[in-house]
């Protein structure tokens, strides 16, 4: 029941913030700019990242003044990171950072949660290889916070999407924290369950304000940490895994987005309209039935985590299976869309 409290307090917040902050930026104009890659109309603001810092820090903070369940040097560090990423793309939603700043911030972020301990110690492999050197183990740590960060800015763009997908990322991380024992780490996943389901009042189709890069980077940087803050040192491959399950979706977009720039020989940061929920609108679906689908392989990553850890007998390595029905969808709209494109061509 407390964490249930902790998230319906992120919740009720976000529900108090959301209606001030868009009083403020529509008096502001503080608009998201439309242009070719959007895929919406009108003048809808994006500072929904102000609610969700907020509607995340602060009923942690009480959980620390409570002296309640999270140990303060832990909670100074996400924070310092957190707070770091919401400047980042809150400057980012009005100034447009190069890509190179916005990196150099991801990383020092990164290294944030490093320095205070929060990286795999070990990687168990295939084979009964483990690979135990803190240069490899940091530098994969590393690339998996920033991976993970950028990988929901990049699905965030339609409405409801990104903060859907967080959201029962870490609804289904915090249940299995839960029956793991990771307190901490399901305090922090519950907020933000919290947090995301009442930003996502105001951002389901049709929204009336958009989270923007302070929003995204932020939800990307804490789901990235939930595997790490109280890592099981017996197998911490699992934790890595059981993630990656529950972010399938936009850990394959982000996979599809660099190789198809790649090919392309365009920069990997340059932005297009070929992501998965933009080829699904060339495919003629509606926003409200993308939502649907894409949260049900969500909710459908989700329960293959679950019953992995709940059936102990399982091998983690049969986890990845649950990744076929999207790489399915995936290669279907690939195809569908290459079709269309050569036809027109």
Request: glycine share 8%; with cysteine.
């Amino acid at each position: 029941m407390f964490f249930v409290a902790v998230s319906a307090c992120a919740f009720c917040l976000q529900l108090i913030l959301i209606p001030h902050v868009l009083k403020i930026a529509h008096k502001n104009k503080w608009y998201d700019p439309q242009d070719t890659r959007k895929i919406h109309s009108g003048n809808i603001p994006r500072t929904g990242g102000i609610g969700i810092f907020i509607s995340l820090v602060v009923p942690v903070s009480l959980c620390i003044l409570l002296d309640y369940i999270i140990p303060v040097k832990n909670f100074v560090f996400i924070v310092t990171g957190i707070s770091i990423l919401f400047l980042t793309g809150f400057l980012d939603d009005f100034e447009n950072l190069k890509a190179r700043y916005k990196l150099i911030l991801q990383v020092i972020a990164a290294v944030i949660a490093l320095t205070a301990g929060f990286h795999f110690s070990s990687l168990p492999l295939p084979f009964g290889i483990t690979v135990n050197n803190r240069f490899i183990t940091y530098g994969i740590t590393l690339l998996w916070i920033v991976g993970i960060t950028n990988a929901l800015n990049l699905i965030d763009g339609m409405d409801g999407l990104a903060g859907g997908i967080a959201s029962i990322a870490a609804l289904f991380w915090g249940i299995i924290s839960l029956l793991a024992g990771y307190t901490v780490t399901a305090l922090l996943a519950f907020t933000l369950v919290g947090a995301v389901a009442g930003f996502l009042v105001f951002n389901r189709p049709p929204a009336k304000i958009f989270m923007g890069d302070s929003g995204s980077l932020i939800l990307g940087y804490t789901l990235a940490l939930l595997p790490l803050i109280e890592n099981g040192e017996e197998n911490p491959s699992g934790e890595l895994l059981i993630l990656i399950t529950l972010l399938v979706i936009p850990v394959f977009d982000t996979i599809a987005a660099i190789l198809r720039r790649i090919r392309l020989k365009k920069s990997i940061a340059e932005p297009d309209r070929d992501h998965l929920h933009h080829k699904f609108l060339k495919a003629g679906f509606s926003q409200k039935k993308i939502l649907l689908i894409i949260y049900s392989f969500c909710v459908f990553s989700g329960i293959a985590a679950l019953i992995w850890t709940l059936v102990p007998a399982l091998d983690i390595y049969l986890l990845p299976l649950s990744w076929i029905p999207a790489l399915i969808l995936f290669r279907i709209l690939h195809r569908r869309h290459w079709k269309k494109q050569t036809t027109i061509l």
